[in-house]
């Protein structure tokens, strides 16, 4: 299941929680199924987490903040509280983020100076302190570490560096490849099938998903997975 509100931040999700807001759109996909059902009115954090008993739930920064450890405090220690006061028995797992291409014109690339590179180096600075800081969290999904291996691969688009807007993932081997590393790391050591060599395809992106493309995707992805392990499924935050 899924939690939605576009660029939200860990302070948000606290002033949402604090207030009881239906803020969130929420997608569910039922055991079977093979699609996303989305519930007609928005809903709290407190409806998603009253829904039975998750295994793991994750949460990441938005995308901007999360190379700025100034952000993270003290909302994402309450939000962990809250979670784990809620589902005791759930994983937590942090979704690492990756930086904007080197193109990007998003509102706080700035932060970073418009560089990758400083924002690839801040947001793995604020990963390793904040695993540091909260033991509560399990584990990592490294979108982050997956995309910048690809960045220096031959499948990348400089200056979209696999991005269709200079942040969001494109539609083609952008996306791909972070399924691939949600997968290998939830997915796979509960499974014990990995993506590799998997024939999944998709259409669509300006890097399209060829043979080619896909095996860099899942050899990304696998690669980056390694550094990390747990398992089950998520409900993401």
């Known amino acids: ?71 993270y405090t003290p909302h994402l220690g309450r939000l962990i509280d809250v979670v784990k006061s809620a589902q005791p028995n ?8 990756w930086s904007y291409s080197t193109e990007s014109k998003h509102k706080h690339f700035p932060y970073y100076n418009s560089n990758q590179t400083t924002m690839d180096n801040a947001i793995l600075d604020c990963l390793n302190t904040l695993l540091s800081e909260y033991d509560q969290i399990e584990s990592i999904i490294p979108s982050g570490t997956a995309i910048k291996s690809l960045r ?3 499948i990348n688009n400089y200056p979209k560096d696999l991005t269709r807007d200079g942040f969001h993932m494109g539609h083609g081997a952008g996306r791909y490849a972070l399924a691939c590393t949600w997968y290998e790391t939830l997915i796979e050591p509960y499974t014990a099938k990995s993506r590799m060599y998997n024939t999944l395809r998709v259409s669509g992106g300006m890097v399209s998903v060829s043979d080619a ?24 935050m």
């Open 213 to 236: 493309v896909a095996l860099y995707c899942q050899q990304a992805a696998k690669q980056a997975a390694k550094q990390t392990g747990i398992s089950n499924v998520a409900v993401t």
């Open 90 to 97: 759930a994983k937590l797992v942090w979704h690492m983020t």
């Open 152 to 154: 220096s691969s031959a």
């Open 1 to 71: 299941a899924r939690l939605y509100v576009g660029g939200c931040t860990l302070e948000s999700h606290m002033k949402f929680y604090d207030n009881e807001e239906a803020a969130y759109l929420f997608y569910h996909s039922k055991a079977g199924e093979n699609k996303w059902h989305k519930n007609d009115e928005k809903v709290t954090m407190q409806y998603a987490l009253a829904m039975g008993e998750w295994d793991i739930i994750t949460m990441q920064q938005a995308s901007g903040f999360s190379g700025k450890y100034d952000s």
